[in-house]
């Protein structure tokens, strides 16, 4: 499975942005889809995901202002992210994850990351 993320860049504090990533490869076997975030010297932490089944799941500092969606035709997924904040400010990375089953077992792909710079 190969990710593609766009949609980054730099954006004042109060401002929005909306993060796309396509996925190509063996797309019948995702399940999941989102987005994590990392900052210097910090782990990838979430930031939204949704499952197949429409599903959603949130980090709590960006619940009520960010938004995820998906494409499952297409196996596109959307970040729309406003009022965002400085805190905020980080590399943002396309997630997938593969069902369960053969041949993946539950596999994780990355996308290489966009930077999200919110300036106050």
């Known amino acids: 499975v190969q990710l593609q993320a766009s949609g980054g860049g730099l954006v004042q504090a109060g401002g929005s942005l909306r993060l796309s990533c396509a996925a190509s490869?063996?797309?019948?076997?995702?399940?999941?889809m989102g987005w994590y975030r990392q900052t210097p010297g910090n782990q990838r932490q979430l930031v939204a995901s949704?499952?197949?089944?429409?599903?959603?799941d949130y980090g709590d500092s960006v619940k009520g202002r960010f938004s995820v969606s998906r494409d499952n035709g297409e196996k596109t997924v959307w970040l729309q992210m406003n009022s965002l904040e400085p805190v905020d400010t980080g590399v943002y990375y396309c997630?997938?994850?593969?069902?369960?089953?053969?041949?993946?077992?539950?596999?994780?792909?990355w996308g290489k990351g966009t930077q999200v710079t919110v300036s106050s």
């Open positions: 997630n997938v994850r593969m069902d369960n089953l053969a041949p993946f077992f539950g596999t994780n792909y």
């Open positions: 490869g063996s797309l019948w076997a995702i399940d999941t």
């Open positions: 949704v499952a197949g089944g429409g599903s959603t």
